[in-house]
Structures are given as C-alpha cells and as structure tokens.
C-alpha cells in the first residue's frame, strides 16, 4: 500500500468521550474526555488532549502527531501523561502472584515520550521507529484491598515494595520499534497481516544503577470468514494473534526489578482478569477470535462485533518456566515449577467510524476461572499510536 498524505486545510476540532471514565470498581465514579485538533503546522497533523477524573484516580494526557502515522512518509510525535492513584492494583510479580494477595499502591506517575517514524520504501512493508522516553513513578505506600491479603502475598514482593516506598525512581528508555502491515483496512481488517516489535533499554538516573532491557514482538493474521451471513453487512474474519515480552536486568540489585518497569497483561491481551492481573519480567500471550460488521449506519458508522479465546500468563523466565498446559483454576503457581497458561473469552462491539477508519467507543465483557470483568478492548494495537504507560 502506497503512502500519500492529501492536504485539508483549515483546523478540525473534534470532542473525545471515554465512556468506560464514568465508573470502574477500582476509581469510582468519574468523568473523563477531551479534545483532537487537527491541521496544526500540517493539514493532516493530529494534536489531542484528555483529562480524566474520578474518586480515586486523576490523569492527563497529550499527544501531538506532525502528520497522519499512517500515511506519511515520515513524521514525528511528541508525547506525555501523568497520573496519580491510591488504587492500582499489585498482586505480585511472576506466577506466583494470588488474587487474594491484592493490594491497592498509592502512586504517582509520569512520562514524556517522542519518536519518529519512517517508512524507507514509501510503503507500510516496513516502518522503522526510533523511541525515547523519561519515565517517573514514586510509590507513596499501599494498603491490602482485603484483610487477609498482607498474609497471603509473597514475602519478596511485601519486601520489594516496602524498599519503594518514599523513594522516587527515574530514568529514559531509548529503543528502536519496527512494523510490517498488509492489512485491508486499519479499524476493521477481514485479510492481511501486521508484525511489529522493538528492542529497548532503560538507564536509571536515580543513582539505582538499573539497566533494564526489552524485547518485544507482537502479530496479528486476519483471514475472510468461511461462510458469509446473508443478514451481516459484509463476510466478517477470523483473526489469530500472539504477543511476546522479554525483560532482563543489566545492572542494580539484580534480586529487585520495580513493577514499574514490567510488562502486564491487560484486557486486550488476556481479558477476563482484572487490570494488571499478571505482573512479570516475561509476558506471553495468544489468541483465536472472529469480528465482523453488524450494522452500517447512515454510510459512516459501524457497529462492530467480535469474540476472541486468549490463553497467556506472566513468568519471571518464560524459556525456563512455560509449558503448553492450560490451568482452569485459580490457584497460584510455584515459580519453581513449570507454568501452565491462564484462560479466557471475550465477547464485545466496537463503534467504528468509516471516514477516519478507527473506532471510537468500544465495549469487552471478559469472562476467566476469577470472575468476569467490563472493560474497554481493541482487537490490534498499533505501536504507532501513543499509549501512555501511565494509565
């Protein structure tokens, strides 16, 4: 697919409204939204700004784009976030983590990213993306979201956060992140591929002495659906999709690596778990799911279904600790012992409008061996879109 970038001059603004800031169990009733600009130095150039506040949780972010990520040959974008709560949730760090052992940080957070992407062959074959980021996060202190979770948690994670607590740690991630997309479409795909990935380290400036580096590779397959339903819009597609996360110490105090600096398995990756369920230094995930277009309205929305099966989990050595087996219960895992992978379905909608080719709103009911959780859910994430650690 060739790149171009067709000019429309003049400024858009567009309102942004994140349903899913309303309520959460975790940040309690709140509201949430913001504003997209587009045309600022560039006819495609994209600036947006969201603010959410709710009971227990305060945030804000921006993002600035030189020009649209996918069209253009060559652009830059500039970054930043910052949050603060008294409920994110720690359950612990690798297999090992309980969901009884829940406990809610008293945290602050910050960061500013920038990048730039560049497509050599003027084509989406291939975008190479050099990536820095400063990253901030202080742990004021914690509190167990249940009576008996100080008793069930692991001793090296108490130990772990209580050397946090108080102490500031900061330090910039630099990297190089590289996609390959075939896809048919962006927001709504029924063939193609797209593979991306990056390699990066993080070096402390907080006098920790901690280098910390990441591997990443992550890939989507979208295929047409065997059989067309004559009552849908269009066939639909199966998709089939895998994530890997690799991090590893350089230097510091080798037997403590911050949850700051870790890789969790969120909703999109293992959903029917509550938000940063699986905390460790390897993140593994896979899934099979089919979507497909339920309703066409007025010939510039539409309403997407979808259903996915993921099974992944968090190890702190995935060449050393993984194992194909699949664990229906609940149980925690001896981290001496070989893990198996956590289970779980989706079913949700995505509104997507046709003019920009992305959704706007979407919806995911999860359900796992611990519970069923609400939450919002995309089918791909790109790299090329700014998404916030702090969040």
């Known amino acids: 697919m060739a790149l171009t970038a067709p000019p429309r001059p003049g400024l858009r603004v567009r309102p942004l409204f994140a349903p899913m800031s309303l309520y959460s169990s975790s940040r309690g009733v709140g509201i949430g939204g913001g504003i ?9 150039a994209e600036l947006e700004l969201q603010v959410r506040l709710s009971e227990r949780f305060q945030g804000a972010e921006t993002v600035y784009f030189s020009g649209d990520r996918h069209l253009r040959p060559l652009f830059g974008m500039v970054g930043g976030a910052i ?50 980021r400063f990253q901030y996060d202080r742990l004021d202190g914690y509190e167990p979201a249940r009576d008996s979770a100080l008793i069930v948690i692991q001793p090296a994670d108490r130990t772990l956060l209580d050397s946090l607590v108080g102490e500031p740690r900061y330090g910039l991630e630099v990297g190089l992140q590289a996609i390959s997309d075939t896809r ?11 593979v991306q990935g990056g390699i990066s380290r993080f070096l402390a400036f907080d006098g920790s002495n901690l280098i910390v580096n990441r591997f990443e590779l ?27 996360v690799i991090t590893r110490q350089s230097g510091g105090d080798r ?4 949850p700051y600096y870790l890789p969790f398995l969120d909703a999109e990756l293992l959903a029917g778990y509550p938000p940063r369920r699986f905390v460790g230094r390897d993140g593994f995930s896979v899934g099979v799911g089919t979507r497909g277009t ?21 190890y702190d050595d995935f060449f050393g600790q993984f194992s194909p087996a699949v664990a229906f219960d609940a149980e925690p895992v001896d981290p001496n012992e070989r893990v198996p992978l ?50």
């Open 83 to 132: 949050a603060t709560t008294d409920r994110l949730a720690f359950y612990g760090v690798g297999p090992g983590s309980d969901q009884d052992a829940k406990l809610w940080l008293d945290q602050v957070s910050g960061e500013v990213e920038g990048r730039v992407g560049w497509y050599p062959s003027r084509n989406s074959i291939l975008m190479l993306q050099p990536v820095a």
């Open 294 to 314: 339920i309703l066409a309205l007025f010939g510039a929305v539409l309403i997407e279904g979808f259903s996915i099966v993921m099974l992944g989990n968090a």
């Open 218 to 244: 992550s890939g989507y397959r979208f295929f047409p659906a065997p059989i067309a339903l004559t009552f849908l819009p269009e066939r639909g597609a199966i998709f089939l999709r895998g994530s890997l």
């Open 184 to 194: 048919d479409r962006l927001a709504s795909p029924n063939r193609g591929f797209l």
């Open 342 to 391: 956590r289970p779980s379905a989706a079913v949700g909608v995505n509104i997507v409008t046709i003019d920009r080719d992305r959704p706007i709103i979407g919806g995911l009911l999860g359900i796992g061996p611990e519970g069923v959780v609400l939450s919002s859910f995309r089918i791909v994430y790109d790299i090329r879109s700014y998404r916030p650690r702090v969040r």
């Open 36 to 44: 997209e600009v587009r045309g600022i130095g560039a006819p495609d």
């Open 255 to 258: 037997e403590i690596l911050p």
